[in-house]
């Protein structure tokens, strides 16, 4: 009911209460261990595969490269969620501040972005491993790996950027994030009015996110 008949904007600084998941009273030590366990699990294994790739020059080629990157997104994605995840299950307390949130909700669609390019860079290096097995490492060369990750990672930070930017003139007029960790969505769900722009381009990232296969990485034909 707060998201709804509070019409006054907030003003800094703002803290916001996340709901999106229920504790019952006793049974925060046991959801911080499994917290725990899980974000131990995600730095273990992506870090070992990492460590692997590194330490064997026989795994320095673009697809175990690739992979590289996708480990660094799922540590990405999971270090902006499980830490304060565990926190709030540890002492109780589930408030974010609003720079905090914009942080933890950048950093996870960073992540969704960047998961989607990378494997976009990833199918097309299959592609001409496949299909052109003679000019792959022509065409594959270590510059021109490194030049798509790269881009790939750009795209991701650029498109998240803009989506985040337009946040600077929202009006907000409430503080329950109904979900777990935070995101634009469930941030933009407590403006004081529509926000048509915000919708808008968000949309527009996500059909640009279906024409990156086809236009995203020319350099790669």
């Given at each position: 009911m707060e998201n709804i008949t509070r019409l006054t904007p907030l003003k800094q600084p703002i803290v916001?209460?996340?709901?999106?998941?229920?504790?019952?009273?006793?049974?925060?030590?046991?959801?911080?261990?499994?917290?725990?366990?899980?974000?131990?699990?995600?730095?273990?294994?992506?870090?070992?595969?990492?460590?692997?790739?590194?330490?064997?020059?026989?795994?320095?080629?673009?697809?175990?490269?690739?992979?590289?990157?996708?480990?660094?997104?799922?540590?990405?994605?999971?270090?902006?969620?499980?830490?304060?995840?565990?926190?709030?299950?540890?002492?109780?307390?589930?408030?974010?501040?609003?720079?905090?949130?914009?942080?933890?909700?950048?950093?996870?669609?960073?992540y969704g972005t960047a998961i989607h390019t990378i494997l976009v860079v990833m199918a097309y290096d299959r592609y001409f491993a496949v299909c052109e097995p003679l000019k792959y490492p022509i065409i594959m060369t270590s510059t021109r790996l490194h030049t798509s990750c790269a881009v790939a990672w750009i795209i991701s930070l650029v498109l998240i950027g803009g989506l985040f930017a337009f946040h600077i003139n929202v009006a907000l007029c409430g503080t329950t994030i109904k979900h777990a960790y935070c995101s634009n969505n469930s941030i933009l769900l407590l403006a004081c009015g529509p926000t048509p722009i915000n919708n808008i381009y968000g949309v527009t990232v996500n059909m640009e996110k279906l024409t990156i296969p086809s236009f995203g990485f020319p350099m790669l034909s």
């Open positions: 916001f209460e996340l709901e999106g998941f229920d504790v019952p009273p006793g049974y925060g030590s046991l959801f911080f261990i499994l917290a725990l366990i899980n974000y131990t699990v995600v730095l273990l294994g992506n870090g070992v595969v990492a460590f692997v790739i590194i330490i064997d020059k026989n795994l320095h080629r673009p697809m175990f490269v690739l992979v590289c990157h996708l480990v660094v997104c799922d540590l990405l994605g999971g270090t902006a969620v499980l830490p304060r995840l565990m926190m709030h299950f540890l002492t109780g307390q589930k408030r974010i501040t609003y720079t905090s949130a914009l942080a933890q909700a950048y950093s996870v669609h960073v």
